[in-house]
């Protein structure tokens, strides 16, 4: 791939951001390339080097604030007529508390899921702490005389323990998925607002 097709790839990877935005980002890579060009680089080479286009449109598209693609969407075309204003001033009433609604409710399911999170976490923390407080009460027993009971509190230390590592692998694998989650959701989010060529 050369860098006018790479280029104009990026261009339809990108279609449907702030057109300042495309722009910016198309000089940047463009001279990215150029640069590499000069270090030597085949054309090709060069290119191949800044990645694939549909990777780097995507690393663009969560780079770029949401907001910022919620204003662009939202942007009207054109002047609004009276009427349409009437509408939408008379609708207020209905559609402003279904958007509150509507928020109120995705934000509340990201909360949950988090908080599950944190539960999990949690129950790491004192399956560990349960771990500590069991040998710690071995040692008290043994002093004392106790060997059977100092033997038990051992014996469920150690469980909690080795409960504890394969809840921690557990923990750190939820984490990492719904941070995964997370962020495929924020894009998936940001797609929605950007419109593509065909749908213009």
């Known amino acids: 791939m050369n860098k006018a097709e790479f280029l104009a790839g990026l261009k339809t990877g990108l279609a ?21 060009m000069e270090e030597g680089l085949a054309e090709e080479e060069a290119v191949a080097g800044v990645g694939p286009v549909d990777r780097v449109a995507a690393q663009i598209v969560s780079e ?9 969407r939202i942007k009207p075309k ?4 009276a009427w349409e204003i009437v509408l939408i001033v008379l609708g207020f009433p209905v ?16 909360v ?39 033997l038990a509190a051992l014996g469920a230390g150690l469980l909690l323990a080795g409960l504890s590592v394969f809840l921690f692998l557990g923990c750190v694998a939820a984490t ?7 962020k495929k959701i924020l894009l998936g989010v940001k797609k929605r607002f950007i419109r593509k060529e065909n749908e213009a």
């Not at 770029?64 to 662009?72: G, S, Y």
């Open 64 to 72: 770029i604030p949401l907001t910022k693609l919620v204003r662009e």
């Open 112 to 150: 949950v899921l988090w908080s599950l999170i944190l539960s999990l976490w949690a129950v790491e923390i004192s399956f560990w702490a349960a771990a500590l407080g069991g040998i710690a009460a071995a040692v008290v027993f043994w002093i004392k005389g106790a060997l059977v009971p100092g």
């Open 16 to 36: 449907g951001l702030p057109q300042d935005e495309v722009e910016e980002r198309l000089a940047f890579y463009g001279e990215m390339i150029d640069d590499r």
């Open 78 to 81: 054109r002047t609004l007529r």
């Open 176 to 182: 990492k998925g719904l941070a995964r989650l997370t």
């Open 95 to 110: 559609w402003f508390p279904l958007l509150i609604a509507a928020g109120a409710v995705i934000l509340s399911l990201y």
